[in-house]
């Protein structure tokens, strides 16, 4: 098997995509996507990505749903380490790469490392056009009046915007984007992150980019309020944090109780508490 | 690295990997020769639908799958993505094609004669009542037979309308292309769709979205030479021979737009036999390119983007699948905002 499974022209094109991107924040790159002995649909858009930046010196982090040990991350992560031999780790910080599903990870990222989203619907515009064709010429006219339409419709029934995660964003005033389906709640690292953040989609065959210090606004009223989940006098049943993202699990009990979401940021917190 | 975090994912997924294996070797007497060679039509299935010509493969991935056809056809996909490309062969022309069965439901007679071939088409579908019937043909001949389209008698009497051919030649597993959709790269999105789910968008057009009421004008199955330029001798070579099953439809009648009317027709062609999925190929490619027939709506065959971007099975089979992964932080974020209307609506009724 080949470093990083790919052969190289699938690499050299991924890079090449990955570059444009960059060059173009919140821009789709079309690229030809392979399919990958993990299915369509589980992150082979970002596993693509991974694939074709990591070096032989990068250490990797991979995340699902805020947790390094839930299956998928696992099985992700151990397909890498298979066709590559890298360093994995669980800290944020000491990683070079973090694949990341559902997620951006609760402690700020910073200058050099990459983020690499796994995106199930790349286009922001589907939910209002379905059409592809009509879909770039939109973009390439920065023609969002649709998804204002939608935004004023759900604001005039239910005073607010009806999506829940998966929230689009305007990036650098130009491309209105589709930032995976990160709740909310993370919507506002996106602006002027200091990391690289890569998105994939493998079974829509794009790949775009938010470069570091990129503006990125969610697209909202100016009158209206961005309102992100609050989990407000919630602390972590585990390790006692407060104002992170949290899951809420249900006891056999009956009991609700509060974890945090990130399951690194929680064993880190548990770490200096008992230091 | 420390291990605190891990939720026993990776110990689930062995011990899951595990017992699905325990579960599927259960048939372990099989081998994947026997299924080469007695499950044909799975092995063809999955060889046309994994986009990659290995029946050797084909019959390990059915195995390795228990019988998962859709989920072997992804065992090859998988494995094409480590191979490096060679080029490309030259155009096969099913005319040429050593012709195992071929049949025409446009003519009663055709040049080069119905030949029913290896078919189950007229099989009573008892399961229980089967006895084998042993008759001798006398004169069955082994000779190859080649026989051109049935459709080229009115191909040459200018009746049947041409579309322009695309000057280059699209390969969609290096680029995939974007609307308008060049008809190479629509042909080759066909030839490794998912073939229960060309057949249902086929039968839309037939049934009631839309009029395509076609006539097979030329059915075939059989082996064709694949042929190559050697890298470095420049010769063109064989390289081998392929199974593979065309189909030529004729549907209605058009106006051109240089004032002729002519025959609308379509094609399909797929590796293996699979005559289903060849038809259901014909009938789409006749629906996208000559929709302007009818009267009213527009229906669902006809629509570029709804058979491009849905009739792949690796790509549906994934995705829906993936709805099985956790979504707890999604459907936390989704549960707020209904939390939200909730409440904002509530005090809309009070007032």
């Known amino acids: 098997m080949r470093y990083g499974f790919l052969d190289e022209d699938a690499k050299k094109e991924i890079r090449r995509a990955t570059l444009k991107a960059i060059a173009i924040p919140g821009y789709q790159v079309s690229f030809a996507s392979r399919e990958l002995p993990i299915a369509r649909g589980w992150g082979t858009g970002g596993l693509q990505v991974t694939l074709a930046i990591i070096n032989e010196e990068d250490c990797l ?38 694949q990341s599903r559902h997620r951006i990870p609760e402690e700020p990222m910073r200058e050099g490392q990459t983020l690499v989203l796994q995106v199930p619907y790349p286009e922001v515009l589907t939910n209002v056009e379905a059409d592809s064709y009509k879909q770039k010429v939109m973009h390439a006219n920065s023609d969002y009046a649709k998804l204002w339409v939608l935004l004023y419709e759900d604001t005039a029934q239910f005073g607010d915007s009806r999506i829940g995660h998966r929230y689009p964003v305007m990036v650098h005033d130009r491309y209105a984007m589709d930032p995976s389906p990160i709740p909310k709640y993370d919507t506002k690292k996106l602006n002027n992150n200091k990391a690289l953040i890569l998105l994939g989609a493998g079974r829509e065959k794009k790949i775009y980019a938010i470069p570091p210090y990129t503006k990125v606004e969610p697209l909202k009223f100016e009158d209206r309020e961005f309102k992100v989940e609050s989990f407000a006098n919630k602390k972590c049943a585990r390790c006692g944090a407060s104002g992170v993202f949290m899951d809420e699990v249900h006891t056999n009990e009956g009991e609700v109780k509060f974890y945090c979401n990130d399951t690194a940021y929680c064993d880190k917190q548990l770490e200096k508490g008992a230091r | 690295m420390g291990f605190v975090a891990i939720k026993g994912g990776e110990e689930a997924i062995k011990n899951s990997l595990a017992f699905y ?103 009573v579908k008892l399961i229980l009542t089967k006895t084998i019937d042993k008759t001798v043909w006398d004169d069955y001949k082994n000779d190859d037979i080649f026989v051109e389209s049935a459709l080229k008698p009115l191909r040459d009497a200018n009746m049947i309308k041409t579309l322009p051919k695309d000057e280059h030649i699209s390969d969609i597993t290096r680029v995939f292309p974007s609307a308008p959709y060049p008809r190479s790269a629509v042909m080759q999105i066909m030839a490794r769709g998912e073939s229960g789910s060309m057949l249902a968008f086929a039968y839309t057009s037939m049934r009631g979205y839309g009029d395509v009421h076609p006539t097979i004008g030329d059915l075939r199955l059989g082996r064709s030479e694949v042929k190559f330029t050697h890298p470095f001798t420049k010769n063109e070579v064989k390289i081998g021979e392929i199974d593979i099953t065309a189909c030529e439809a004729a549907a209605t009648f058009e106006k051109q737009s240089d004032g002729s009317t002519k025959l609308t027709t379509g094609f399909g062609c797929c590796f293996g036999f699979n005559e289903t999925k060849a038809i259901s190929m014909s009938i789409l490619d006749t629906t996208l390119y000559n929709k302007s027939h009818t009267i009213g709506q527009g229906g669902i065959a006809d629509n570029f983007e709804m058979i491009v971007h849905h009739i792949d099975g690796i790509e549906s089979q994934g995705f829906t699948n993936h709805y099985k992964l956790p979504h707890y932080v999604t459907f936390q974020a989704d549960l707020q905002v209904y939390e939200n209307a909730k409440k904002y609506l509530s005090i809309g009724e009070k007032k």
């Open chain 2, 21 to 123: 294996e325990e579960e599927i070797n259960l048939n372990q007497k099989i081998d994947a020769f026997a299924i080469e060679n007695s499950l044909r039509y799975g092995v063809d299935k999955v060889i046309s639908e994994g986009s990659l010509y290995s029946k050797k493969l084909s019959a390990q991935a059915i195995l390795k799958a228990g019988g998962d056809l859709l989920n072997a056809s992804f065992f090859l996909r998988a494995h094409r993505s480590s191979c490096a490309r060679a080029g490309i062969a030259k155009t096969i022309h099913t005319d040429e094609m050593r012709v195992v069965r071929r049949i025409s439901s446009a003519f009663k007679d055709i040049k080069g004669g119905q030949i029913l071939g290896p078919s189950g088409d007229y099989e």
């Open chain 1, 61 to 98: 982090k991979v995340i699902d749903q805020g947790c390094d040990g839930s299956v998928n991350a696992v099985n992700i992560r151990n397909f890498i380490v298979s066709v590559t031999d890298n360093q994995t780790t669980l800290d944020t910080v000491c990683a070079d790469i973090i």
